[in-house]
């Protein structure tokens, strides 16, 4: 057991590849370079998402259009995970919030409960996000 050591990768390697697999330089990481009106935009978007009810109704929204394909909700769901690393309080507040939603409309369909996280599900809430927040 001698010189056996425990994996260990620094916390932005392991969020990344986490959040974002197979990506090497996204755009999250790079500096802004954009007009005046787009930062200020930007920052008022980020004001919104702080505010719970406009997360969960934008979330829910966003759920509830057909041409939202898995691929997009992994997306945004890793983008706003990225948003919200400074708020992991907040985070699991709207998470908690997410899954009681979906363990409600889960009950009201009468779906099996090994389907509730399922990737094909078509909620926002699956195992990367979990897994980032309650990493």
Request: hydrophobic share 45%; aromatic share 8%.
């Amino acid at each position: 057991m001698d010189g056996v050591k425990i994996p260990f990768l620094e916390y932005r390697t392991y969020t990344m590849r986490v959040m974002f697999p197979g990506i090497e330089e996204h755009p999250v990481l790079k500096e802004l370079d954009s007009p005046a009106n787009v930062e200020k935009a930007l920052r008022l978007f980020s004001q919104l998402l702080n505010n719970k009810m406009f997360l969960l109704t934008f979330i829910h929204t966003l759920e509830g259009q057909r041409s939202f394909s898995m691929r997009d909700r992994g997306n945004v769901a890793s983008l706003l995970m990225a948003t919200l690393q400074g708020r992991m309080e907040y985070a699991t507040v709207v998470l908690k919030q997410l899954l009681a939603d979906l363990i409600e409309k889960n009950l009201e369909n009468r779906n099996h409960p090994k389907l509730l996280l399922r990737r094909s599900c078509s909620s926002f809430v699956d195992d990367d996000v979990i897994t980032v927040v309650f990493n």
